[in-house]
């Protein structure tokens, strides 16, 4: 979990990915088009991978990935994400960032 939380907090906005995850791609097009250039971990390239993806999941996320994090800490899943930028609430979120 140090790990995990130590990656999150490198760069303002930091996204847990997969190579083979399309949802995972489609969060981070969603952050490149409101002209944030998130850090990206893809964790299938990690050796701690299976770690990485348990400690995700005890942080909150539904699913291991993805996991967004902004000012170090989970926003969430697709679905947290997605939810937010409907409601409005992401842009301001991630301001700081763009």
């Not at 130590?6 to 949802?23: A, D």
């Amino acid at each position: 979990m140090d790990k995990v939380m130590r990656m999150s907090s490198e760069k303002g906005v930091v996204i847990f990915t997969k190579n083979s995850c399309c949802l995972c791609y489609a969060v981070q097009v969603l952050f490149r088009d409101l002209r944030v250039q998130p850090t990206i971990h893809e964790i299938d390239n990690d050796p701690d991978c299976r770690e990485i993806e348990k400690a995700l999941v005890r942080l909150g996320c539904a699913n291991a990935v993805p996991a967004v994090f902004v000012s170090g800490k989970l926003v969430g899943s697709t679905n947290d994400v997605m939810s937010l930028h409907l409601s409005g609430s992401l842009v301001p979120l991630i301001k700081p960032y763009q």
